[in-house]
């Protein structure tokens, strides 16, 4: 079997790992893919959000099964695009990844079909978005509708702020096109977690439950990030609390999206607050997480490629996931300055000597090739993931690793996963 990963971050590189310990498997593509997936297959400059090129390289290789990393391709209609050519192709439709592309439509979908999230306004006209906080007390979360790269939510203490939040966004355009609609919603306490399951639009067969941790520095200060690292599984997630979550968040949002007329297919990831034994929805992504996706690989035992062809053809309801016992974390590495500005084209050093520790991968994310040395080139550069009996021997196996990597700037959280450990607040 033929088989084509789009994306090039730490995700795909995870995904194409996985992948190609798959037997079935004969030729494994990634396009664009990093230096860390050209370790498992052969990268093809095509861009993720190239959705004809993409489509003609299919045709012309005979791929047989397509899995999209990333949502931007999905919500350009790249799954449409190979459907019509009879390219299977693992990633919902352009009307279901509307489900992550706008933030109205999900709000409106929970609300119409009972799925517990914050309470919610929308607006598409700032001056009513002011009067509505004027009359309500701070703290409020603003959000832009689209999509802006985890970037668009505004989380503001105070009146001024929410002001200041929706004039960036409405008035200022602050990520374009995205925030010409908002939705200002509820701020709620809690502990976040990522719940994944896979569909094929029937089925609902949930992943290991993860937890990342979005802010850029230690004790969770500091700006939102992409995800500066992950552990499963996830404690906060109790097996109750899991079976809870597909029966009234999971199973609903299938359904829903099915009498919406925009049938779903692929990961549906959820991401949570959970307070008090009580879990709401922040918002769906139509996607695998990054890094969620890194430790949860590392923990499947399952072949990925029978686990995904399965989806695509709507045979889900034969399959159960097998998971390791033992516990993964990943750590990610990034360049100094992330998540603002940053410089790149840093050489990475000890990339061998990690590779070496037993349980151990390095997952590339924002990583290149110059002169045969593999160079920073993003903000999150690698996912140090690694396995551990409990939480402890993972984290102390990832920050090994971590401590063999080096480069001028590097930097990383040195708390990850250390809330999963017993009796830790
Ligand atoms: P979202 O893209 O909607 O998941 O928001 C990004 C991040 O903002 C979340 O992971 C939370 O950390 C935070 N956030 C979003 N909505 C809320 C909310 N209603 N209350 C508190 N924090 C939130
Ligand atoms: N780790 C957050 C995300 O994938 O959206």
């Given at each position: 079997m033929k088989v084509l990963v789009i994306g090039s971050g730490g995700r795909e590189h995870a995904i194409a790992w996985k992948l190609s310990r798959?037997?079935?498997?004969?030729k494994l593509y990634i396009a664009p893919g990093n230096p860390g997936t050209g370790q498992h297959g052969e990268n093809v400059a095509?861009?993720?959000?190239?959705v004809e090129g993409l489509k003609e390289f299919a045709k012309k290789e005979r791929i047989d099964l397509t899995v999209v990393g990333p949502e931007l391709p999905l919500t350009l209609g790249v799954t449409d695009a190979f459907e019509k050519e009879g390219l299977k192709i693992f990633g919902p439709t352009k009307a279901a990844s509307i489900l992550e592309a706008s933030k109205v439509f999900s709000k409106e979908l929970m609300v119409k079909y009972g799925i517990p999230t914050a309470f919610y306004k929308k607006f598409d006209d700032p001056k009513l978005a002011k009067a509505y906080v004027e009359s309500h007390k701070p703290p409020f979360v603003v959000k832009a509708d689209?999509?802006?790269?985890?970037?668009g939510v505004i989380i503001c203490g105070s009146m001024e702020e929410t002001f200041r939040a929706i004039d960036s966004i409405m008035?200022?355009?602050?990520f374009g096109a995205a925030g010409k609609r908002i939705v200002v919603e509820e701020f709620l306490r809690g502990e976040e977690a990522s719940f994944l399951a896979i569909t094929d639009g029937n089925t609902v067969l949930p992943l290991a439950p993860a937890q990342d941790h979005?802010?850029?520095?230690?004790?969770?200060?500091?700006p939102n990030t992409g995800g500066m690292g992950a552990y499963s599984?996830?404690?906060?997630?109790t097996p109750e609390m899991e079976k809870e979550l597909i029966s009234t968040v999971m199973v609903p949002a299938v359904k829903a999206m099915e009498a919406e007329g925009r049938p779903y297919k692929g990961v549906l990831y959820a991401g949570l607050m959970i307070s008090e034994g009580q879990a709401k929805v922040l918002e769906f992504n139509c996607r695998f997480g990054d890094p969620e996706t890194q430790p949860i690989m590392m923990r499947l035992e399952d072949d990925l490629f029978d686990v995904l062809m399965a989806t695509v053809e709507g045979r889900l309801d034969g399959i159960r996931l097998k998971w390791s016992d033992r516990w993964s974390v990943c750590v990610v590495m990034a360049s100094k300055g992330y998540p603002e500005s940053y410089e790149k084209g840093k050489a990475i050093e000890g990339l061998g000597e990690a590779a070496?520790?037993?349980?151990?991968m390095v997952f590339h994310a924002g990583t290149a090739l110059k002169d045969g040395h593999v160079v920073t080139s993003g903000?999150?550069?690698?996912?140090v993931t690694a396995l551990g009996e409990d939480i402890k021997g993972a984290i102390e196996r990832a920050y090994e690793a971590v401590g063999k990597i080096s480069w001028d700037g590097a930097y990383f959280r040195r708390d990850i996963g250390r809330r999963a450990i017993p009796g830790t607040v």
């Open positions: 798959s037997k079935q498997i004969t095509i861009a993720a959000e190239d689209g999509l802006a790269a985890g970037k008035v200022e355009s602050a979005k802010a850029i520095y230690d004790n969770d200060k500091g599984p996830a404690p906060l997630v070496k520790l037993r349980d151990v903000g999150r550069v690698l996912g």
